[in-house]
C-alpha cells in the first residue's frame, strides 16, 4: 500500500499516520519526493481502510499493491480448484460443462421436454429459473417452490444436476435440499447478508458478475463466500452494462484469462443474458471456449416465442445441439474436452 | 408499443402476433414500409411483454412508448407527491430538507455529539447507518441493532427523526419500530424481494438509485413498493458508476429536473457518496439545491479521520453550518426555503 | 420513423409537423392512443433530422426504425463485401487475415527483423506506426514520414502489404503513395474532414472504432467515406472504454456477428489495444476466430522491454507464431481458412 | 511513480530496471514486502514511459504518484489563470461569463437577430458553428467561410466577441483572423495534430471535453496546447457518454471544483450538448453557477422548431434572459458577479 501525502503536512500528522500503520503491525518505508511525501506500507494491508486514512486532509491519494482478496486468490492458491457439482466437475482440466435450460421454469411438461432435449443435445447440468428477479412488479415472477419441484423431476428423468438462482435468505433451506447448484444473479452479487448465508452452507454456488461491477469487486463478492467458509465457487460473466444499445449488455470475455490470473476458481460464460439475442449466442460460445473458460450457462426454450420470459434470447435444442458440436472442436483445439 | 416485423415475415407469423395483441384488449394499426412492417399497439402496454414478442425470429426490434411505470407517472398524478416522514415532509412545495449524519454508527457518545452538532448546524434529520453494506467481508460491518438503539437515543436527545439502512428483509419489522426513514442502498435498489416487503409496510423509503441503474429502471423499483401498496418513497440520487477515476462516482444533477418531468416524487442528492471526497460536497450540495432537489443527505463527522468509515467523504459539523447557510440563499433565489 | 406527441398538442401544430413530412415526400400514418398521439412516417427517413422535429415543444420522443445508413447496411447490400489490399483480400469467405507488427517504427533494422519475423510466423499484412498519436505531448510522436519509408522498404524486403495510421488530411498524399491500407484510429473515427478526405481516394481503410463510440455511429463514419465514392473500408474493433479498472479497455467481441447482421463490411479484430496486456492476446485472438471475425491485428516486437510504445502489450514473435497456429485450427472449425 | 514487480523476477532485470532510471536522473528506492518488491521512483517522471517499464514481464503494476500534466498543474501555478477574449475576461475572481447563440450559423439574418437577442439578454460572447461535425454525412454540415462571415458582422453589429468551432488545421488561419475563440469540439479532443496547431497561435482556446475522456485526459489535451506555447486555454465540460437513456449524456458538474484543485485554468459548462433537452437547461445552468463555474455556453434559437441543427436542445430568447436573471442572484451567493 502506498500513501501519498502534501508537502506542507505537519510533522504530527505524518507521525500519527505511520504510528498508526505500525501499530497493526505493518512496516513503514518513507520516499521523499520534490512535491510529495510517499510511504510503502508492508505486510498484511488487507486489515487496513483506506478511507480512514483518506480522511485526513493532508493525505493525497492511496493505492493498494497488494489485491484485497486472499481466499480467492491464486498467490496463496496457485493450483486450480475444481468444483464438484453433483458429480460434475468444473475448472482446472475437467471437462468444460454446458448448462442449457429456459429461463424460467413454466411447468411439468415444459422443464421435463426441454430438460431430456438439452441432455440429448450434450448438456451436463440443467438451468431453470423459479424465483425471477423482473425489473417490473408486473411481469411474471416465477412458480416458486412449484417450479423448484418441477426440476427435481426432470433431475429425477434425466440425472442432470439442476440450477436455479437464489433470491433471498429465507428460500436458502430449500435450495440446499433440492437444488445441486445455487446461482447468484448479477443484482444480487453484493447483496452482502446473502453472500454471508451462503458461507455457512457448502453446496456450490455459480457467482454472476453484476452489472456494472469491476472483477476486483466480483472477486470481493466471491471471498465473503469462501471467508464465510464455503469454498465452492464458480464464477460467471453475463455481460457488464456500457454505452452501446445495440447488444443488452456487453460480454467481456477477456475476464476469462484475466480470472484465471488472479484467482484458482473456475469461469463459466453466460451468451444468452450477456447479448439478449439468441443470434448472438453461437458465436459467443465458440468465443467463450476459445478464450479457456470452464463452462457455458445457455438458455434453451422449446417455444421460444411462446417462452414466458427472455424468448428472446433463447435458443432451440437443434441449434443447442449445433453449438455443442462445435463447441467440442474448439475445446480440442485449446486441449480441452467437453462432452 | 411499435413493432417492426422484416418485410419476409409470413403472413400467419404476424396474424398470430397480431391477434395476442388483441386477445389482451389493445388494439394494432398497421403501417407498411419499404423495407419493414411497422405496428403502433395501443392500450396498456405494461402488460405486455416485449422479451416474449422478441423472440419471433420475423420480429426486428420493439420500442416502448408509454412509460412501463404507472404508479410513480407524474401522467397520472400531475400534482407533487409530499411525503411526511414522522413530521418532516417531503417535497413540493415544502422546505429543502438536510438530512446529516455519520457513515456509520460508532457508538452513543458519538452519535449523540454528531446528532447535537446537525442539528444545531441546521439538519432536519439524522442519518446513521447500524447494518453496512461493505465491499470487503474483513471491514467493519456495522453495529447492528446497537446501532439502531443508539440512534433512537439521539433521536431522543435531539427530535430528528432518524434515516438508517435496511440490508435485508429479516430486519425490517426492527426498522419499522425504530427508524423513521428506511433507507435502501443503492447496492438493493433492484433487490425485489426487499422491495416487495417495504410495499407491504407504510414507512417513507428512501430509495438510492442503483450504481449503474437508468433512471427507468429506479422508478420501476419505486413502482414495486407502490404497486405493493406504500405510496411514500423518496428517491436519491448518490453518484453512478462511469470511466471517470478522480471521483469515486459521477454525480448526475440532471436527474432533479428529469425525475421531477416523469414523476410526482420527491428527489433527494447525495454528493457526499457520489463524490467520495469532502473536498466537493459543499460545492455539489449548493448545485444540488440550485438544480431543484427536494434536499440533501450529507455525512457529518466529528472526527472524519479517526470514522470507522467512510471518513475521506465526511465534513466536520463547522463546514457543514457553512454549507447550510449558503444552501439557504441559494434556495431562496430559486423560491424554496430551508431551514 | 415514429413521432410521439402529447395529447394536448393544438391540431395545428400537428398539422405543421405532418406537412413538413409529407413536403419530404414521405407518408405519415396516425395511431390514436390515450396519453399519446403516434405518428408512423415511412419513406426514406435518413433525410429527416430528427433534432429539428424535437425542438417542437409538444413533441415527446422521436424513435428510428430504419437504420440511419444505406451504404454500408446489409439490407441493400446482402452479399459479404471483399476488400483487396494489394492483393490480399479481406472479408466473405477469404482466408482469415493476421496483421502483426510493431506499435512504433522504431528505426530501419527493427521494422526489417520484425517485418521478416512476423512473416514467417504466418502474416500476410504488416503494421506500423510512423505518425503516434500520444496522450502526453511528451512521449514519442512517431518518425514521421522517415517511419513511413523504413515500412515501404520492409515491404519490398517480405512482400508484405503495409499498414500504418494517418493523422491527418495533410498526410494523405503520402499514406495513398506509400501505405497499402490506412488506418484511421480510434481517436479519430468521428474527425470527419479526415473522413471526407478518405472518401475521395481509392485506397482501403481500416476503421478503427471509437473509444466510447456505438456501433452505429461507427458505421455511419463508414457511411461518410462510403458516401464519398471509397467503398473500400475495413472494420477493426479495438475494445471500448467501460469502468473495468484491471483491462485498458474491454473487448466487445459481441460486434463481430452484430457487425455481420447489419452490415456487408468486413470486420477484424485487435486484441493488443483492447487489453492492454500482451498476457491476455492469444486468447483474445483465438475467441476473436471463433467468433467469426476477418482478421487479426496484433503488436509484434523483437524486445517489447525496449520499446518505445506500447511494449506491455506487444507479443514476441515466437508467441505470436504459436498464436497462429492455434488460430487455424479454430478457424477450421467453423469453415474458414487461415494462412 | 510506483513500480511493483513480482516477487521471483531475477536480480539483474531488477538491477536493469533500476539502472534505466537511474541513467534518467530519477532516484529509486526500494521497499520489500513479502509477495513483492517495490521501487518508489522520485524525480521528474513525466519523462518516463510506463508502458515500456510494463512490457518486462516480472513487473506487475506501475502507478503514478505525481499527474502527468506540468503547465496545466496548479501545484506549480498557483493562481487562477484570467484569460482574455477580446477584451472579456474569463476566470478567477472575473465575472461569470454567458455565451450565447444558435448550434449552426443558417443565414445573416437569423443570427444578427439571434446576437441582438442575447446580447440584450445579458451574453457577453456570441456562439454560432459555421462548421459542424455531423454523425451523419447526409446532415447539413454548416455554412463554412460563409458562416464566419455571417458572425463576423453579427459582432460588428453587437460588439459581442464571436466563438466558433475548428474542425481541422487547414481552416486554423481563417479563425485566427476573425473569430475570438476557437472551439474545439469534443470529438476533437483528441485530435493531436490540431492541439499541435493551436499551440503554436496565441488565440484562445476553448477546449471541450471529449465524449468519453478522463479529467486527466482532458488536462493532458490542454497540456498539449500549453506546452507548444498558447497559455490561453478555458475549459468546457459538455456532459460524457454513459449507460443512461434519457439524457443525451451525463453532465458530470462534479468536475468543476475538482478542475480548479488540479489546475488553474477557467472551466466553463454547455448544459446545452449535456443534456440535448433545452427544458433541462436553466436547472443545470444554474446549478453549474452554484457549482462554481466561470462561464456558461447555451445555445439560444429565435425560431428553434425551424432549425437547421439540434433545435431541440435551443432555448428561446426570454426564457435565456431568465436564466441569466436567476444566474445572476445565484453568483451573488457564492460571491461571484455576472453582468
Known sequence: MIITMKKGAPQAEVDRIIEGLEAKGLSVTTIIGANYNVFGVVGDTT?????????NQYV??????????????????PEDSVIDVSGVKVGGQEKIVVIGGPCSVEGEEQILEIAKGVKEAGATMLRGGA?????????????GSEGIQYMVKA?????????????????LDEFVEYVDLIQIGARNMQNFNLLK???????????????????????????????????????CERGI??????TRNTLDLSVVPLVKQKSHLPIIIDPSHATGD?????????????????????EVHNHPEQAWSD????????????LIEKGRKIAQVIGREMD
Open 47 to 55: 486489515i487496513v481502510d483506506e478511507k480512514l486514512i483518506g480522511a
Open 60 to 77: 493525497d491519494s492511496i493505492t493498494r499493491i497488494a489485491a484485497p482478496y486472499k481466499k480467492v486468490n491464486r498467490l496463496f492458491h
Open 131 to 143: 424465483y425471477k428477479p423482473r425489473t417490473s412488479p408486473y411481469a411474471f415472477q416465477g412458480l
Open 155 to 171: 433431475r429425477e428423468a434425466t440425472g442432470l444436476p439442476i440450477v436455479s438462482e437464489l433470491m433471498s435468505e429465507d428460500k
Open 197 to 235: 448465508a451462503l458461507g455457512k452452507v457448502k453446496k456450490p454456488v455459480l457467482l454472476k458478475r453484476g452489472l456494472a461491477n469491476t472483477i476486483e469487486e466480483w472477486l470481493m463478492s466471491a471471498e465473503y463466500i469462501m471467508a464465510g467458509g464455503n469454498e465452492n465457487v464458480i464464477l
Open 241 to 246: 452494462r456500457t454505452f452501446e444499445k445495440y
Open 278 to 298: 439468441w443470434r448472438l449466442v453461437e458465436s459467443m460460445s465458440l468465443a467463450a471456449i476459445a478464450a479457456g473458460a470452464d463452462g457455458l450457462i445457455i
Open 311 to 322: 424468448g428472446a434470447q433463447s435458443l432451440k435444442v437443434d441449434k443447442f445441439k449445433t
